[in-house]
């Protein structure tokens, strides 16, 4: 009996040269990710200033006394728990519709065979072209003519489906072989039991990744938000915020108040991306275990 031979790698030595572009590298991506982070570090430390330390020294990042006077307030002084809770709801109902209805859509564009689907496509696409501040007055009339200006269900149901949503689902769906949903359909499976119990199970990475930008898109929506609603009641986080900004609770910049709120409402959008970021970057995972 031979023992088995182990080999170890050998070690790649890189030329100076080399040596000198990968430092240089790294040194930029260093400080783009300094650049892109530093507002947000700002933020941080701002929540955590007296007013007078914020106007003084905005861009410090050690404030000069510690201070969570602004993060009290906000728990005190601003009716931010129902600023919340509205921003829950309308996000929890806006993120379940578009990730049921876009897929709905995106499997129907992608497998079935209907007169005029060529047409829809490129309305689709064409939509996905008009900037959103366009269709913010159409929306709004359309609010009112149908009495669901300042309601839930008028900050909900314009926005429940989005083309975005559906262009990328319809993308992943052609992905996936036909032929794995031909058993099914011998068996006798019709089309959406096909599409609830074979397709959408495989489209798992793109679900994921229609579902965070869904949340992320309705959390911090704030345009359409304005103009669907006018009680206080229906403030979310994002127009409770800037009402603050507009100085709302009396006189000064009142910076570290606006920073804390900032920081807050940030939370839930990054912990649901560290959650997911490993399966939203890969997207073809579904369509391979296929």
Same mark, same amino acid.
């Given at each position: 009996?031979?023992?088995?031979?182990?080999?170890?790698?050998?070690?790649? %030595?890189?030329?100076?040269?080399?040596?000198? &572009? *990968?430092?240089?590298? =790294? $040194?930029?991506? @260093?400080?783009?990710?300094? +650049?892109?982070?530093?507002?947000?570090?700002?933020?941080?430390?701002?929540?955590?200033?007296?007013?007078?330390?914020?106007?003084?020294?905005?861009?410090?990042?050690?404030?000069?006394?510690?201070?969570?006077?602004?993060?009290?307030?906000?728990?005190?002084?601003?009716?931010?728990?129902?600023?919340?809770?509205?921003?829950?709801?309308?996000?929890?109902?806006?993120?379940?519709?578009?990730?049921?209805?876009?897929?709905?859509?995106?499997?129907?564009?992608?497998?079935?065979?209907?007169?005029?689907?060529?047409?829809?496509?490129?309305?689709?696409?064409?939509?996905?072209?008009?900037?959103?501040?366009?269709?913010?007055?159409? %929306?709004?009339?359309?609010?009112?003519?149908? &009495? *669901?200006?300042?309601? =839930? $269900?008028?900050? @909900?149901?314009?926005?429940? +489906?989005?083309?975005?949503?559906?262009?990328?689902?319809?993308?992943?769906?052609?992905?996936?072989?036909?032929?794995?949903?031909?058993?099914?359909?011998?068996?006798?499976?019709?089309?959406?039991?096909?599409?609830?119990?074979?397709?959408?199970?495989?489209?798992?990475?793109?679900?994921?990744?229609?579902?965070?930008?869904?949340?992320?898109?309705?959390?911090?929506?704030?345009?359409?938000?304005?103009?669907?609603?006018?009680?206080?009641?229906?403030?979310?986080?994002?127009?409770?915020?800037?009402?603050?900004?507009?100085?709302?609770?009396?006189?000064?910049?009142?910076?570290?108040?606006?920073?804390?709120?900032?920081?807050?409402?940030?939370?839930?959008?990054?912990?649901?991306?560290?959650?997911?970021?490993?399966?939203?970057?890969?997207?073809?995972?579904?369509?391979?275990?296929?």
């Amino acid at each position: 009996m031979t023992a088995a031979t182990v080999t170890t790698p050998r070690r790649v %030595r890189l030329s100076p040269r080399a040596i000198s &572009g *990968l430092t240089i590298g =790294y $040194a930029i991506l @260093i400080l783009l990710a300094v +650049i892109y982070i530093y507002p947000f570090l700002i933020s941080i430390a701002g929540s955590f200033k007296t007013d007078a330390d914020a106007t003084q020294n905005p861009l410090s990042l050690l404030p000069a006394t510690w201070s969570f006077a602004a993060y009290e307030r906000l728990f005190t002084q601003v009716p931010l728990l129902q600023w919340t809770g509205n921003s829950v709801l309308v996000t929890v109902c806006i993120t379940a519709g578009r990730v049921f209805f876009d897929s709905l859509a995106g499997y129907a564009l992608s497998r079935l065979r209907f007169p005029g689907r060529s047409v829809i496509f490129a309305g689709l696409i064409a939509v996905m072209a008009v900037p959103p501040v366009a269709l913010l007055i159409p %929306r709004f009339l359309v609010l009112k003519e149908f &009495g *669901l200006f300042d309601t =839930y $269900a008028g900050m @909900i149901i314009p926005i429940m +489906i989005d083309a975005a949503g559906i262009f990328i689902m319809k993308q992943f769906f052609e992905s996936i072989p036909v032929s794995v949903e031909e058993a099914a359909r011998i068996d006798g499976a019709g089309v959406f039991r096909t599409f609830w119990s074979i397709v959408l199970p495989m489209a798992r990475p793109a679900l994921i990744t229609l579902f965070i930008l869904s949340f992320q898109g309705s959390w911090n929506e704030f345009a359409f938000y304005l103009i669907a609603r006018q009680d206080t009641d229906l403030h979310t986080l994002t127009t409770g915020v800037a009402t603050l900004t507009a100085g709302q609770l009396g006189q000064g910049n009142q910076f570290p108040l606006k920073l804390a709120a900032a920081v807050l409402m940030s939370i839930p959008v990054a912990v649901l991306f560290f959650i997911f970021q490993k399966r939203i970057m890969s997207t073809s995972e579904g369509a391979e275990k296929g």
